[in-house]
């Protein structure tokens, strides 16, 4: 059903195959699009990413938790779920249990 395909990377310019076995892949999982990066460029991609990482302590609770951006506050971070409290509470017009 598929065959193998001859692409070009959009990082590095370099020809790369994506495989029979990758389409059959990508189209399990819903992939609507063809890969745009090589293997290498995609590994780079994804090792900047991960590098770019910061593990905060929530305010409230105190809940380490990782995050993909740049802290410039790091005393006033709240981890996802006392984010998400704060915001159903604040609709609800309540303050958090643990904030002073």
Do not use: W
């Amino acid at each position: 059903m598929y065959e193998d395909k001859t692409l070009t990377c959009k990082a590095c310019g370099k020809q790369f195959v994506f495989s029979a076995n990758e389409q059959a892949f990508f189209a399990e999982k819903g992939f609507q699009q063809e890969p745009t990066r090589c293997k290498e460029c995609r590994a780079k991609q994804r090792q900047e990413k991960a590098s770019r990482t910061t593990i905060i302590t929530c305010s409230n609770c105190g809940k380490k938790e990782t995050v993909t951006f740049q802290v410039a506050y790091p005393d006033h971070l709240l981890c996802d779920d006392c984010f998400n409290l704060l915001r159903t509470q604040q609709t609800n017009n309540q303050a958090l249990p643990n904030s002073a």
